[in-house]
């Protein structure tokens, strides 16, 4: 994600140079860079880096950690169990915490990992 600049069209066109068929689509005060190939994502940020734009780059849907609630499940259940069957499923789990309800603490019935 590149800031909108005054010579951004330059910019623009100097990155499509390095790294042809990247799409730009327009954002909110930012200009989405979308790389053609993944080695021209490490070309795209050195260049602004080089040339002091202000960007940032985010991770790619794939590299994101995937959330989930499960609900109906006893209050009693261990949150330990849960843990432990997911790692036997092949997911790697960061954490596994039972939700409750906020004003008068009460656990729910709703697990978080």
């Known amino acids: 994600m590149m800031r909108i600049t005054q010579n951004y069209n330059l910019i623009l066109q100097e990155i499509n140079r390095i790294a042809p068929n990247t799409e730009a689509v327009l954002a909110p005060d930012f200009i989405k860079l979308l790389p053609y190939r993944s080695n021209n994502h ?23 950690h995937i959330k989930i609630i ?34 008068i603490k009460k656990t729910t019935t709703h697990f978080y990992s």
């Open 42 to 64: 490490r070309a795209i940020p050195s260049y602004l880096r080089e040339d002091e734009i202000d960007f940032y780059v985010t991770n790619p849907p794939s590299k994101k």
């Open 70 to 103: 499960l609900k109906g499940l006893p209050t009693s259940t261990d949150v330990d169990e849960i843990k432990t069957d997911f790692e036997s499923k092949g997911f790697q789990i960061e954490k596994v915490a039972q939700l409750r309800q906020f004003k």
